[in-house]
């Protein structure tokens, strides 16, 4: 149910004009944290001045460029010496630990080891420029209160506490091998690399390294292609940008080339990938706004819901998940996707015409009375997605009012996506009455009636 991309194209572009303006930003280049941190780079082979770190009111910390940057041209060349990858780790104090380890280590607990290892030898350690100017906390749901994550959407709550799951079991697994570092720590080992430490780790790989995909380390366990990328990770995303990125192998170099070009004194971006909002909170801690891959989930739950009294409800739903039809059903602000629209229509079916299921999964249109159905239980799912949304926003500003910053931080961003989602769901249900306002048609001949 597309068709009003044009308009939809405009009216972003309008937005983001108007976003633009209203920007202001402040240096930091002469801070003494990023003063630490140029040096540190020069040192290691890294020269560019073409971008400055400043903060936007908009974004928080970024990357402004100091002159005009044409399509084309090289938004930043970062030496391999500034990357910090497996090898790093491995030709470091901690390399025969990680190497006489049995079994094998991923790659991802090794960075992650690491950054918790070089943050509590502080100012000694040798990447203490780099680590200083880390987050010292995340607003990505592994840091969630239960609170914030009981307003966050179903679809994401349920990857959230997946994701809080796999960082309790990446702590908890490798209580042996912590404890095997304590000669290399000043503290007892149940001090340093704590459940909290790996968190802020975790996140910090997860939300900031590039991908760099590299021979794996026979003393690794797993794909080896997380690279941190000092400086560089201050490039924030921006879903219509267009960048070329990439380790160069012959200039031993990560290189980010700007497609569409950036102007003198405005904040450079990058495009971290096509996703939507959900997607954006759940990896890097943040939502953009007016995203157009934006979309709101449907669960199987609310789909139950809204056809509830249906006697062969439960055949159809083992049928559609036996056809992977309750996986990434979605609406968007052009309307339901066509995964939804076809599950609904069959869900429209009754039990007798059960040997046209299958027809209908595969495109076959149904008649003109079920057709309608399918659109009104569609503007049904996106009451109810509204009223969710509504409830949220309702308890956010509740919380408000009783937490203290850190939790403030987090309501901030599930209230940002919250917002963005009830846009989305307005816009679906203004497409779906538009839909319903069309005069009938006779269906085809070979329509399921």
């Known amino acids: 149910m597309r068709g009003h991309g044009l308009r939809a194209g405009r009216v972003s572009r309008k937005r983001r004009r108007k976003r633009e303006s209203a920007v202001h930003s402040v240096s930091l280049c002469h801070e003494l944290q990023y003063v630490r941190l140029m040096k540190f780079l020069h040192q290691r082979g890294f020269t560019s001045t073409l971008l400055q770190p400043h903060s936007f009111t908009d974004t928080g910390r970024g990357l402004q460029a100091q002159k005009t940057i044409k399509p084309g041209q090289m938004l930043i060349s970062l030496p391999e010496s500034c990357l910090l990858t497996t090898s790093t780790v491995l030709d470091s104090y901690l390399g025969p630990y990680i190497k006489s380890w049995k079994p094998r280590l991923s790659p991802l607990l090794v960075l992650c080891v690491f950054l918790v290892c070089e943050r509590h030898r502080g100012e000694a350690s040798d990447w203490f420029p780099y680590i200083e100017v880390l987050p010292?906390?995340?607003?990505?749901?592994?840091?969630?209160?239960?609170?914030?994550?009981?307003?966050?959407?179903?679809?994401?709550?349920?990857?959230?506490?997946?994701?809080?799951?796999?960082?309790?079991?990446?702590?908890?697994?490798?209580?042996?091998?912590?404890?095997?570092?304590?000669?290399?720590?000043?503290?007892?080992?149940?001090?340093?690399?704590?459940?909290?430490?790996?968190?802020?780790?975790?996140?910090?790989?997860?939300?900031?390294?590039?991908?760099?995909?590299?021979?794996?380390?026979?003393?690794?366990?797993?794909?080896?292609?997380?690279?941190?990328?000092?400086?560089?990770?201050?490039?924030?995303?921006?879903?219509?940008v267009q960048v070329s990125a990439g380790f160069h192998d012959v200039r031993r170099c990560y290189e980010i080339r700007s497609v569409c070009g950036t102007l003198c004194y405005q904040q450079a971006f990058i495009n971290y990938g096509s996703h939507d909002n959900q997607r954006l909170l759940l990896e890097y801690g943040f939502v953009a706004p007016g995203n157009p891959h934006s979309v709101v989930y449907v669960d199987k739950?609310?789909?139950?819901?809204?056809?509830?009294?249906?006697?062969?409800?439960?055949?159809?739903?083992?049928?559609?998940?036996?056809?992977?039809?309750?996986?990434?059903?979605?609406?968007?602000?052009?309307?339901?996707?066509?995964?939804?629209?076809?599950?609904?229509?069959?869900?429209?079916?009754?039990?007798?015409?059960?040997?046209?299921?299958?027809?209908?999964?595969?495109?076959?249109?149904?008649?003109?009375?079920?057709?309608?159905?399918?659109?009104?239980?569609?503007?049904?799912?996106?009451?109810?997605?509204?009223?969710?949304?509504?409830?949220?926003?309702?308890?956010?500003?509740?919380?408000?009012?009783?937490?203290?910053?850190?939790?403030?931080?987090?309501?901030?961003?599930?209230?940002?996506?919250?917002?963005?989602?009830k846009c989305i769901l307005g816009s679906c249900l203004d497409t779906l009455t538009q839909a319903d306002d069309l005069p009938s048609q006779r269906p085809d001949d070979g329509a399921v009636s």
């Not at 910090?204 to 690794?220: D, E, I, P, Q």
């Not at 997380?226 to 201050?234: E, G, I, R, V, W």
């Not at 439960?314 to 995964?339: H, I």
């Not at 969710?388 to 599930?414: G, M, N, S, W, Y």
Request: overall charge neutral.
């Open 136 to 240: 010292p906390a995340y607003t990505c749901p592994t840091y969630f209160a239960d609170d914030v994550m009981t307003i966050l959407p179903n679809s994401l709550r349920g990857r959230s506490l997946e994701q809080r799951e796999a960082v309790l079991q990446l702590h908890s697994f490798n209580q042996d091998f912590f404890r095997s570092l304590q000669a290399v720590l000043t503290q007892p080992v149940e001090q340093v690399l704590t459940y909290e430490a790996l968190r802020w780790a975790w996140c910090s790989v997860n939300t900031r390294s590039v991908f760099m995909n590299r021979t794996s380390s026979h003393f690794l366990s797993g794909e080896d292609v997380y690279a941190l990328a000092p400086f560089l990770d201050l490039l924030n995303h921006r879903p219509d």
């Open 301 to 421: 739950g609310l789909l139950c819901e809204v056809v509830r009294g249906d006697r062969s409800l439960d055949q159809k739903m083992k049928f559609l998940a036996e056809n992977s039809f309750l996986r990434d059903l979605t609406v968007s602000s052009d309307g339901p996707s066509w995964r939804l629209m076809t599950a609904l229509r069959l869900l429209s079916l009754p039990q007798t015409l059960y040997p046209q299921w299958k027809a209908v999964l595969l495109g076959q249109a149904v008649c003109a009375e079920r057709e309608t159905w399918s659109v009104q239980a569609a503007k049904r799912v996106c009451q109810r997605l509204l009223q969710d949304t509504h409830t949220a926003l309702h308890k956010i500003t509740l919380l408000f009012q009783q937490c203290d910053q850190p939790i403030r931080e987090q309501l901030d961003v599930v209230r940002s996506l919250r917002q963005e989602e």
